[in-house]
């Protein structure tokens, strides 16, 4: 029985087959993330991916020549599907950005209800961002749309556990929010709660400061008198919300 392919890309890219890593150059790392993020493309779409600035035949010549490359390496059997209406991962591989999309929908349907299902969750949502380092322009849309998936859910998940009473785990989610967006308020604002609700004032105040000197910094703002409102009673000041 042949070891199953394990494809990472949260936090950086990885591949395994069973527990042994399996080094790739850049071409193939592309077309293996390309396939993993869009299904089955067509030959020419992903021609015209990979090699944006070459004509439609030369890009197809390349991805001709780079599969044949990968065929060559007999280790890579199994990773890639070779269809008549175009490419895709074999199904039996196991991708991290699969198993965070479909927890993730489960989440928002309300399915997701054990401690270790959630814990699971969570630890997806931790892994990171999309294929860090990597600017391709489909990179970047794809890594965009996943992170408003893990800014949502995370803030979903966040909520749940507060409102079951489990502090502790609420302020894990809330803070993986604010290391997936540092500059999201509403996640802020979710630490900051956490903290005052459990009578710790002083990290309170500490995480409501840090994100006050990044907004200063980054983009010249205060926080919002949402934001402001949960700590004035202990900054000394007055609330600053109308009456």
Known sequence: MRDQWNLRLLGGWRLYRGSTPVELTPSPQRLVALLALTGRPSRGYIA???WPDEPESHGLNNL????????????LDGL????DSGLALDDGVVVD???LRRHAAAMHRGEITSAADRAELLGLLSAGELLPGWYDDWVLGERERLRQTQL?????????WSSEGDQ???LDAALVAVRLDPLRESAHRRAV????????VVEALRQFHRYERLLADELH?????QLRDLVAPFLGVPSVMPA
């Open 48 to 50: 015209g991916i990979l």
């Open 64 to 75: 001709r020549a780079l599969l044949s490359r990968l065929r060559q390496r007999r280790m």
């Open 80 to 83: 890639i599907y070779h269809g």
């Open 97 to 99: 950005v699969d198993d």
């Open 152 to 160: 949502h859910t995370v803030e979903l998940l966040c909520d749940l």
């Open 168 to 170: 502790a785990a609420a």
């Open 193 to 200: 709660g956490i903290h005052l609700e459990e009578g710790n």
């Open 221 to 225: 703002i205060p926080p919002t008198e």
